[in-house]
T-cell receptor, first 106, second 114 residues
């Protein structure tokens, strides 16, 4: 069963528009969730983790246990945000979603 | 330059041949992982190792084999039994498997079967 669902393969927005990358999970117990990002020609890297409740590069993500979601949000997208974004759930190892490509146009 | 080093970056193989992908880390991490990345499929776990001389199958281990003889090294062999080996392979490491969840990734190896 798919434990991490990212329903959008591609999200295209204009610079300055708000962005929300969706992530839903399936897990019994207290989940640990992460967002990883892969910029063009760069390594996959950690963007943020829910336990830290931090904002990285203007992105935030709130864990909603009632809706089993961990959506990634940014109020004003920048062109340099264009990348592949993966939501991940820690269940011993890390289980990744299929990813969402974010394209920010000028 | 610290981190994860994968080699080769590009590899071509004829059908029926085994091929080994190298992964070395100098981060002193206990845990290492191999993922396969396919378009539209995300990352799928092949094998992982929490300590030297021990490893576990991931979700798609069939047709693959690994070894962990040294803490720094976790090579992946793609055998001829793997039905669809053409893919992008990512190696990663973390402090330990039950740790904070940050994986450090290599640059990847792209395998093409001709």
């Amino acid at each position: 069963a798919q434990r991490v669902t990212q329903p959008e393969k591609l999200l295209s927005v204009f610079k300055g528009a708000p962005v929300e990358l969706k992530c839903n999970y399936s897990y019994s117990g207290s989940p640990e969730l992460f967002w990883y990002v892969q910029y063009s020609r760069q390594r996959l890297q950690l963007l943020l983790r829910h336990i830290s409740r931090e904002s990285i590069k203007g992105f935030t993500a709130d864990l909603n246990k009632g809706e089993t979601s961990f959506h990634l949000k940014k109020p004003f997208a920048q062109e340099e945000d264009s990348a592949m974004y993966y939501c991940a759930l820690r269940d011993g190892t890390l289980t990744f979603g299929k990813g969402t490509m974010l394209l920010v146009s000028p | 330059d610290g981190g994860i080093t994968q080699s080769p970056k590009y590899l071509f193989r004829k059908e029926g041949q085994n091929v080994t992908l190298s992964c070395e880390q100098n981060l002193n991490h206990d845990a290492m992982y191999w993922y396969r990345q396919d378009p539209g499929q995300g990352l799928r776990l092949i094998y992982y190792s929490q300590i030297v001389n021990d490893f576990q199958k991931g979700d798609i281990a069939e047709g693959y084999s690994v070894s962990r003889e040294k803490k720094e090294s976790f090579p992946l062999t793609v055998t001829s039994a793997q039905k669809n080996p053409t893919a992008f392979y990512l190696c990663a490491s973390s402090i330990f498997s039950g740790g904070p969840g940050e994986l450090f990734f290599g640059e990847g190896s792209r395998l093409t079967v001709l």
